[in-house]
């Protein structure tokens, strides 16, 4: 009885040793695939590493975004020229809302056809052949989503423009910083929002010149000279002031009802609809209050990036604009 039992206790030590031994072979080797040792001999993380790795790259990214858009935006501002003696009495003031035809063969899309806007520096899609997007986002007030979409963004490496009211920069002075720091532009969107052709000629120029002077005193950034006229609504008039005040007007060649917080689309219905309706040299609006935008803008990006698209800066217009006249 006594010899059996030794046999048992011997039989469970054996398997207790191998278990051990396996275990810490194991350990060792899933060390190894996760990095291996550092240098002074401490148990070292591959993923910990490659974590480290991407954050730098990411930082280098954003920085490089940030000096170059500097570069660009201190160019733009040593060539504008302001003009200050138009006759806007002797232009049409009739107001438009901005509309657009959408296209399913990922073909630019139609547009308003009443005059051409290009006169006025005024696009709503960049002209270019090459598959890249450029995105946009108004921000007239804050909903809790902007700076996960900042986020996305930094994850993405994706450069967007933010096209912000004077009230938005005022309530969210660190979200408004963080988003030049990130590489991307800050555009005007006015002070008010309001419907610019029933302001006068001087009116205007300070809804504009307003909110531009405010970003520059309250962030210490200068503002991208962008302008989205507020709710798609314009004339001649209203584009010829913008054009004179060095700005670039930009509406959009992709858009869909994101705005009514209390009415938000499907997050698939977003992604379906730039599946659908994407194109080279598209301006899409999304406004940063839809939770909608902000759940699906990830899968948006990924998708993009597998057609191939990549994702581009306004400030192409401004070349493309310097390379035509020199022709």
């Known amino acids: 009885m006594e010899k059996g039992k030794r046999k048992i206790i011997t039989v469970v030590t054996v398997l207790a040793v191998l278990f051990t031994i396996l275990y810490g072979w194991k350990c060792v080797e899933k060390l190894k695939i996760n990095g291996g040792w550092y240098q002074n001999g401490k148990a070292g993380s591959g993923t910990a590493e490659k974590n480290l790795s991407d954050t730098e790259e990411k930082k280098n990214f954003e920085k490089k975004k940030q000096e170059d858009n500097a570069e660009k935006l201190e160019k733009r501002k040593k060539e504008r020229v302001i003009v200050e003696n138009t006759d806007y009495n002797g232009l049409d003031n009739t107001k438009y809302g901005w509309w657009f035809k959408r296209n399913d063969n990922h073909e630019k899309s139609g547009c308003q056809e ?11 899609a960049v002209p270019v052949s090459r598959k890249v997007m450029y995105i946009t986002f108004d ?25 912000v009211t004077q009230t938005y920069i005022r309530d969210n002075i660190e979200l408004t910083k963080r988003m030049k720091e990130e590489g991307h532009l800050v555009c005007n969107h006015s002070v008010h929002h309001p419907s610019m052709p029933d302001k006068t000629v001087e009116e205007q120029k300070q809804e504009i010149l307003e909110c531009e002077n405010y970003m520059k005193e309250a962030t210490g950034y200068e503002m991208d000279l ?13 584009l010829q002031i913008a054009k004179d005040l060095g700005y670039r ?10 705005y009514d917080v209390n009415n938000q689309p499907d997050p698939g219905h ?19 209050v839809s939770k909608a935008n902000h759940d699906a803008l990830p899968k948006v990006i990924r998708n993009l990036k597998k057609e191939g698209y990549t994702f581009g800066n306004l400030y192409d217009l401004v070349e493309i604009n310097a390379k035509d006249a020199q022709k």
């Open 249 to 258: 007007t930009i509406f959009w060649s992709m858009a869909y009802l994101d």
């Open 226 to 238: 962008f302008f989205r006229p507020p709710r798609g609504e314009y004339s001649k008039r209203t």
């Open 114 to 124: 009443d005059f051409d806007i290009t006169e006025y520096n005024a696009y709503y």
């Open 270 to 288: 977003v992604v379906e609809h730039f599946s659908k309706y994407y194109h080279p040299g598209a301006i899409p609006l999304l406004h940063n």
């Open 139 to 163: 921000c007239g007030y804050e909903n809790g989503y902007t700076a996960d979409i900042l986020d996305t963004l930094k994850e993405e490496e994706v450069t967007a423009a933010f096209f």
